[in-house]
C-alpha cells in the first residue's frame, strides 16, 4: 500500500484522452505520454517530489497535532467544540470535572488538557477509583507512613503526591464511599 503523499506518473505510449482523465481521476499527479522530453520530465518529477514533500510533512504535523491534543482525533462537531474547549481551558490552573458515560473518553479529554497545558512537563497520573479496594483507595491517594497500619512495611507517597507538577486523573470518583469522597474534595 502506498502513502497519501505519494505521488503517480502514468508514462505510456497509448496516449488517449480516456488514459488521461482515467489517470488523472485515479489519483495520478500527472500524465506524459511518449516519446517525452528529459528536461520536462525531469522538471515534473522535481513537481511531483515537491509536493509529496509538502504532504508528507502535512501528515506528520497533523499527527503531532493529534498527539498534542493527547491523542485525540475527530471532525465532527460536538469533537471540534471540545477540542476548542480543552485549549480554552488548559491555560487555566484550575481544577476540570469532566463527566461523560463509562467510555466516551474522559481520560483521553484529560491526557489532552494536560498535554496543552503549562503542567505538561510534570506526571499524569491516573486512577480508576472503582478497580481499586475501598480499604486501600485511601492509603493509595493520600499515601501512608512505615507503621500506618498492618503491612504498611514502608512509607508510601499517594497519588496526589506523585502527582504534584502535574496532573490527576480520578475517574470513577462517584463509586467511592461518600466519607472518601467527602476526604478528596476537602483536600481539592
Known amino acids: 500500500s502506498r502513502s497519501d503523499a505519494t505521488q503517480v ?12 482523465v482515467s489517470a488523472m481521476s485515479g489519483g495520478a499527479y500527472d500524465f506524459v505520454t511518449k516519446p517525452f522530453d528529459n528536461t520536462e520530465l525531469l522538471a515534473l518529477l522535481q513537481k511531483a517530489f515537491e509536493k509529496h514533500s509538502l504532504l508528507a510533512e502535512n501528515q506528520s504535523l497533523r499527527a503531532q497535532v493529534a498527539a ?80 500506618a ?3 504498611a512495611v514502608r512509607e508510601r507517597a499517594g497519588r496526589f503526591e506523585l502527582a504534584d507538577g502535574g496532573t490527576l486523573f480520578l475517574d470513577e470518583i462517584g463509586d467511592l464511599a461518600l466519607a472518601l469522597q467527602a476526604k478528596i474534595l476537602r483536600f481539592l
Not at 506518473?9 to 488521461?20: G, K, R
Not at 487555566?92 to 469532566?98: E, F, P, R, W, Y
Open 9 to 20: 506518473i502514468l508514462i505510456t505510449a497509448h496516449s488517449t484522452v480516456e488514459n488521461a
Open 68 to 147: 498534542d491534543r493527547g491523542g485525540i482525533i475527530g471532525k465532527s462537531d460536538a469533537m471540534q467544540k471540545t477540542l476548542e474547549l480543552v485549549s480554552r481551558i488548559s491555560v487555566a490552573k484550575t481544577s476540570v470535572l469532566i463527566t461523560g458515560e463509562s467510555g466516551t473518553g474522559k481520560e483521553l479529554v484529560a491526557r489532552a488538557l494536560h498535554a496543552t497545558s503549562h503542567r505538561s512537563d510534570g506526571p499524569f497520573i491516573a486512577g480508576n477509583c472503582a478497580a481499586i479496594p475501598s480499604e486501600l483507595l485511601e492509603s493509595e491517594l493520600f499515601g501512608h507512613v512505615r507503621g
Open 149 to 151: 497500619f498492618t503491612g
